[in-house]
């Protein structure tokens, strides 16, 4: 059976095409019996709008450009997971409004020289430099990540990772604590980076002696390097979603009592079931909300004079379990 198009429903209704677009739109000056007359018509027949036609009269591509950064085989495999999960989360939500996404390796700026996408999402703020000049200079919309982009048809989400983080070293003060142990990976994945630097950051202000502990990108280490952070006096463990349940364990199978002797709290990124199940206290912020927020707020990326770039505020919440006191 072929597609309704819009001469059909014209032709069922006896107006021109573009009464017909006036009335499904909600635009025009068409009698409101008129507008419910064609808009039934239109169901009956079974007609949907081709967004894909739509975009094409109205310049638009409907496409959104995801940029992928340019790392080596070394550090492939470190950064695979989180970029996936951004990936997956965008050509979800990208499928949900009609776009298709299109990956662009981070040191390629030529790519844009032709311009086939609606905006430049950048899901890690430390990728795509040159890309992000290369989409500003042509005045292509930009959606970045924990970045503020300072140009006007821009689009900021921020996760709330840096507060969360805070919010997380601030509860294990105000429990007691006073020597925590950061654990992080090896290596400069970004989630790491950010994570170190904001806890010696908070160590500073707070006078606190900082105890950073690296674990090897496997994490065969992790339970050596448990007993290491008690061993160095830590009275808390500061540790990343995934290590939440090991590191429990690990605690329990000493002759300590949690939260009296060591307090634990996860900061989660990714999923938070498990630690909530085991009652480990944690911090769970949303970047897979990310993709979600970009299609209310990309009809409203357009030149403004004295135009600022918006600002998009994902949720966290701080889950209280039963490993801080």
């Not at 507008?35 to 638009?60: C, D, F, M, Q, V």
């Not at 009609?98 to 981070?106: Q, R």
């Not at 990772?161 to 994945?189: K, Q």
């Not at 979603?241 to 605690?251: A, H, K, S, T, W």
Request: glycine fraction near 6%; include cysteine.
């Amino acid at each position: 059976m072929s597609r309704v198009t819009l001469r059909d429903v014209a032709e069922r209704a006896g107006v021109s095409t573009a009464a017909i677009s006036q009335a499904l739109n909600d635009r025009g000056s068409l009698r409101p019996e008129t507008r419910e007359r064609i808009k039934a018509i239109a169901a009956e027949l079974g007609y949907t709008p081709n967004k894909h036609a739509a975009a094409l009269r109205s310049g638009r591509t409907m496409s959104i450009g995801f940029v992928m950064p340019a790392v080596d085989d070394a550090t492939a495999k470190s950064w695979a997971f989180a970029h996936n999960l951004q990936l997956n989360a965008l050509v979800r939500a990208s499928a949900e409004h009609g776009f298709t996404v299109t990956v662009l390796p981070a040191s390629r700026p030529d790519l844009l020289a032709t311009p086939q996408l609606d905006a430049l999402y950048l899901a890690d703020a430390r990728t795509g430099a040159e890309l992000l000049r290369a989409a500003a200079s042509r005045g292509l919309p930009v959606i970045a990540r924990d970045l503020y982009v300072d140009v006007d048809r821009a689009l900021s989400i921020r996760t709330g990772y840096d507060a969360a983080l805070r919010a997380a070293l601030d509860h294990l003060s105000a429990t007691g604590a006073e020597r925590i142990a950061l654990l992080v990976d090896e290596g400069d994945h970004p989630r790491d980076e950010i994570a170190r630097s904001g806890y010696l950051a908070w160590s500073t202000v707070h006078g606190a002696d900082p105890l950073v502990i690296e674990l090897d990108a496997a994490h065969r280490t992790l339970p050596r390097r448990v007993r290491d952070a008690v061993d160095a006096g830590a009275d808390a463990i500061l540790a990343f979603c995934e290590d939440g349940p090991e590191i429990y364990l690990q605690l329990e199978a000493m002759p300590l009592v949690i939260p009296r002797d060591v307090q634990l709290l996860a900061l989660c990124s990714t999923d938070c079931a498990l630690n909530e199940r085991l009652g480990v206290t944690h911090v769970c912020v949303h970047p897979e909300l990310a993709a979600d927020a970009v299609f209310p707020s990309l009809g409203a990326l357009v030149p403004s004079p004295g135009g600022a770039p918006r600002v998009v505020d994902l949720p966290w919440e701080l889950v209280r379990g039963s490993t801080t006191r």
